[in-house]
């Protein structure tokens, strides 16, 4: 018996295979291929522009993968099932080199295929196997960094302690989210269920991998040809992109770069949006316990004192927030928070406010938010000191979700000078930015599109 192209059933399996096209046989225009790829992908799944323009990049973030040191995992994330996650799989199945998509990898299976075929691994289904599972998330956290990729195993023959290989590109679609020590290491891409008047093409497996075909080649042959001004790129960051988040976004802004036209400007637009939006997405209990503590301490304590049962009490009484169930369906208690806050180096202690009681002090909390709380430490240097204005060469109309409060700041890196605009604006997107663009002589400004005039024309 034979099963076609996937080989003849043998009862043991088969050789992971993977398609290894040649690259375009001529220079490829680097806006029309981010514009082509970013309409292919629009076409199929429905998400936002600053989400398409992402998985554009970090399709072509695929190619280039082993020119930079920071390889950040794509997370494609949604409210429930059906809403496009594996389509958006089979997009980038069909843009990325020697890509596999793969459901339900065991830990051992990953690193000895990365260490066998470099491929870029496409985990669908991410919900039903990686969230429980600390050592396979162990394993894909260690391939985010290319110093340290590698995991050691020991010869089942020899006892040799061998390393194997975890560097290598990878999306993982799951329901409701990642783990959080995954999700700090990637670029979340939220989809939402389309409407039936939403203008979403159908996948068809017999028809669609075809369209894409092109697309593929011209990515390998456009990164090949940018490889020396790739492996060099120090590109600039937005305003308020930092640590890990700026970590991540440094291979897609320097593919950015290298395109350019407008997607300099539109990958910086969707990296301000993005991360403000992951910002604000269900941050860790810890952390919010933080930043709600040190905001009752200042309602409701006394001389930066309070006692544990008045913390609690206030705690509770904030609206929106989950202290009324977060303790296995009950309300939080004053042992429930002293455990929390020990973590992080807070415990309480005898306070004396009328009578003496447990409590906690302002300072350690107020610390401990400075660490752990990057908003909350702004807002909080805000409120404390008046703002020095500096000015700066263009103006930056933040987002309302994006978290920055507004304050005057000069941010002048290798290409791109911003400056915080006072003025959020309230349709959910980031127009009115203009970025500098280094050149050899000079500066030349590029004023950004509105969002909502974004067009993704492949060009000739």
């Given at each position: 018996?034979?099963?076609?192209?996937?080989?003849?059933?043998?009862?043991?399996?088969?050789?992971?295979?993977?398609?290894?096209?040649?690259p375009w046989s001529e220079p490829v225009d680097g806006p029309a291929l981010a514009n082509a790829m970013a309409q292919e992908i629009k076409r199929y799944c429905a998400m936002g522009d600053h989400q398409v323009v992402a998985c554009a990049l970090w399709s072509l973030h695929a190619h280039a993968h082993d020119f930079f040191n920071i390889s950040p995992v794509l997370g494609i994330t949604s409210p429930q099932k059906e809403c496009g996650k594996s389509t958006a799989m089979d997009c980038i199945s069909c843009?990325?080199?020697?890509?596999?998509?793969?459901?339900?990898?065991?830990?051992?299976?990953?690193?000895?295929?990365?260490?066998?075929?470099?491929?870029?691994?496409?985990?669908?289904?991410?919900?039903?196997?990686?969230?429980?599972?600390?050592?396979?998330?162990?394993?894909?956290?260690?391939?985010?960094?290319?110093?340290?990729?590698?995991?050691?195993?020991?010869?089942?023959?020899?006892?040799?302690?061998?390393?194997?290989?975890?560097?290598?590109?990878?999306?993982?679609?799951?329901?409701?989210?990642?783990?959080?020590?995954?999700?700090?290491?990637?670029?979340?891409?939220?989809?939402?269920?389309?409407?039936?008047?939403?203008?979403?093409?159908?996948?068809?497996?017999?028809?669609?991998?075809?369209?894409?075909?092109?697309?593929?080649?011209?990515?390998?042959?456009?990164?090949?040809?940018?490889?020396?001004?790739?492996?060099?790129?120090?590109?600039?960051?937005?305003?308020?992109?930092?640590?890990?988040?700026?970590?991540?976004?440094?291979?897609?802004?320097?593919?950015?770069?290298?395109?350019?036209?407008?997607?300099?400007?539109?990958?910086?637009?969707?990296?301000?949006?993005?991360?403000?939006?992951?910002?604000?997405?269900?941050?860790?209990?810890?952390?919010?316990?933080?930043?709600?503590?040190?905001?009752?301490?200042?309602?409701?304590?006394?001389?930066?004192?309070?006692?544990?049962?008045?913390?609690?009490?206030?705690?509770?009484?904030?609206?929106?927030?989950?202290?009324?169930?977060?303790?296995?369906?009950?309300?939080?208690?004053?042992?429930?928070?002293?455990?929390?806050?020990?973590?992080?180096?807070?415990?309480?202690?005898?306070?004396?406010?009328?009578?003496?009681?447990?409590?906690?002090?302002?300072?350690?909390?107020?610390?401990?938010?400075?660490?752990?709380?990057?908003?909350?430490?702004?807002?909080?240097?805000?409120?404390?000191?008046?703002?020095?204005?500096?000015?700066?060469?263009?103006?930056?109309?933040?987002?309302?979700?994006?978290?920055?409060?507004?304050?005057?700041?000069?941010?002048?890196?290798?290409?791109?000078?911003?400056?915080?605009?006072?003025?959020?604006?309230?349709?959910?997107?980031?127009?009115?930015?203009?970025?500098?663009?280094?050149?050899?002589?000079?500066?030349?400004?590029?004023?950004?599109?509105?969002?909502?005039?974004?067009?993704?024309?492949?060009?000739?």
């Amino acid at each position: 018996a034979a099963r076609g192209d996937a080989g003849a059933i043998t009862g043991a399996g088969r050789k992971v295979a993977f398609e290894d096209p040649d690259p375009w046989s001529e220079p490829v225009d680097g806006p029309a291929l981010a514009n082509a790829m970013a309409q292919e992908i629009k076409r199929y799944c429905a998400m936002g522009d600053h989400q398409v323009v992402a998985c554009a990049l970090w399709s072509l973030h695929a190619h280039a993968h082993d020119f930079f040191n920071i390889s950040p995992v794509l997370g494609i994330t949604s409210p429930q099932k059906e809403c496009g996650k594996s389509t958006a799989m089979d997009c980038i199945s069909c843009l990325t080199p020697r890509s596999k998509i793969l459901i339900n990898m065991p830990e051992a299976t990953v690193f000895r295929i990365i260490e066998a075929s470099y491929p870029t691994l496409l985990l669908d289904e991410g919900d039903t196997y990686v969230g429980d599972r600390a050592g396979l998330i162990g394993i894909l956290n260690s391939g985010h960094k290319r110093r340290g990729a590698t995991v050691p195993r020991c010869d089942a023959n020899t006892y040799e302690v061998r390393e194997y290989s975890t560097w290598a590109p990878k999306a993982i679609a799951a329901i409701k989210g990642l783990p959080d020590t995954l999700r700090s290491r990637s670029i979340e891409i939220r989809m939402w269920k389309a409407l039936p008047t939403d203008p979403i093409v159908p996948w068809r497996e017999d028809r669609t991998p075809a369209e894409f075909s092109p697309l593929n080649a011209k990515a390998m042959r456009f990164i090949a040809d940018h490889e020396v001004a790739l492996r060099s790129a120090d590109p600039s960051m937005p305003p308020g992109i930092t640590a890990r988040p700026a970590d991540n976004w440094r291979p897609l802004l320097a593919i950015a770069d290298a395109i350019g036209g407008e997607w300099p400007v539109k990958a910086r637009e969707a990296a301000i949006h993005l991360c403000a939006e992951a910002k604000g997405a269900d941050p860790e209990l810890g952390t919010q316990l933080l930043h709600d503590a040190l905001k009752v301490m200042d309602a409701d304590g006394i001389d930066g004192k309070i006692h544990s049962a008045d913390l609690v009490k206030g705690l509770i009484a904030l609206e929106g927030r989950p202290w009324g169930e977060c303790n296995r369906g009950r309300e939080i208690t004053q042992n429930w928070v002293s455990k929390e806050l020990t973590n992080y180096g807070i415990k309480s202690k005898n306070v004396r406010l009328g009578t003496v009681k447990k409590g906690y002090e302002r300072t350690p909390l107020s610390e401990a938010v400075r660490r752990y709380c990057e908003a909350a430490h702004e807002q909080e240097l805000d409120n404390s000191s008046p703002a020095t204005p500096v000015q700066s060469a263009t103006t930056l109309q933040m987002n309302e979700i994006n978290d920055l409060e507004a304050n005057q700041s000069a941010t002048q890196q290798t290409n791109v000078a911003f400056q915080n605009g006072p003025n959020p604006l309230k349709n959910n997107d980031c127009s009115g930015v203009a970025f500098q663009k280094g050149v050899a002589e000079g500066k030349e400004e590029i004023e950004a599109p509105e969002a909502s005039e974004w067009e993704f024309e492949p060009g000739d």
